[in-house]
């Protein structure tokens, strides 16, 4: 098995006993049903433009749920009861879709792992860790993808931020001390896009090529702002890209996975998916 995998199975809560809402018959979201999953949005403020295009296509969305993978905003500290300003538009519009129905779930990322008690409370979207679901009979095992990566920086960096001692500081600064420190911290979304090495890419399809077959037929994540879509031997691994550089999104028909763009959701070029049987 891969060397990863017994560490996620008890990484807080993220599955418990592998976590999955399934009742005894072991379906769940097996009608028809179209599913938007979307992560890596890394809003910045109200001057960025991935925050415009996407509050245009929340109120644009016609589908029967939104699973959020991780990274909608590339900062944020859970204040209770407040949402900094700068994100207001895209907090409206998810209001706007709780307002049509819409149910959402939200799965925080690494830049973001404060974010659901406000969004919890105020728009009753769901906040979960990495978690299964069943649609059309498939297997999908949804997570932002960050679990994957076990270098020493980044786990140790991951440690600290979500520590008391953190936790602390934050509080003791205030909202917008807190966010003048975060802003910093996260650096630019934009030199963030395409940042990521073939490494740690190659590394995150291992990590979920380990979950296929007994656990899930297929695996989604974000993180790697790259979009990919590999067929292995056990089942498909899914690499979104993430909204703040492609605007790429998964569109998901009673189980049947399609990696689509941008507001009108044309479907992503074979060759910018790259399928493969191995990479």
Not at 119 to 132: F, S
Not at 158 to 172: E, P, T, V
Request: net charge neutral; charged share 20%; glycine share 12%.
């Amino acid at each position: 098995g891969h060397p990863l995998r017994p560490s996620i199975l008890t990484d807080a809560g993220a599955f418990g006993v592998l976590g999955l809402d399934l009742p005894a018959s072991g379906r769940v979201g097996s009608g028809m049903s179209s599913v938007a999953i979307i992560s890596d949005a890394h809003l910045r403020g109200l001057e960025d433009p991935s925050q415009a295009s996407l509050v245009e296509w929340l109120d644009a969305l016609q589908l029967d749920e939104l699973v959020i993978l991780g990274d909608l905003f590339h900062y944020w500290w859970g204040y209770p009861g407040s949402v900094w300003p700068p994100f207001r538009p895209v907090v409206d519009a998810l209001a706007r879709c709780r307002a049509r129905g819409l149910p959402i779930t939200l799965v925080p990322g690494n830049h973001d792992f404060t974010v659901g008690p406000v969004l919890e409370h105020d728009l009753g979207i769901r906040v979960r860790g990495p978690h299964l679901r069943v649609w059309g009979g498939k297997r999908y095992l949804l997570m932002h993808g960050d679990e994957a990566d076990w270098t020493p920086g980044y786990r140790l960096t991951r440690r600290l931020l979500r520590g008391g001692s953190f936790a602390w500081l934050m509080a003791s600064l205030g909202e917008h001390r807190g966010y003048s420190l975060l802003k910093r911290l996260a650096g630019s979304s934009e030199l963030m896009a395409d940042s990521y090495e073939p490494a740690l890419l190659n590394t995150q399809f291992a990590f979920g090529e380990s979950m296929l077959g007994s656990l899930a037929d297929l695996v989604v994540m974000g993180h790697v702002h790259r979009p990919r879509v590999v067929t292995a031997d056990a089942g498909t691994i899914i690499q979104l890209g993430g909204w703040v550089c492609r605007r790429t999104w998964l569109r998901v028909d009673d189980g049947d996975a399609t990696l689509v763009q941008g507001v009108d959701g044309l479907r992503v070029d074979q060759a910018s998916t790259r399928r493969s049987h191995r990479l």
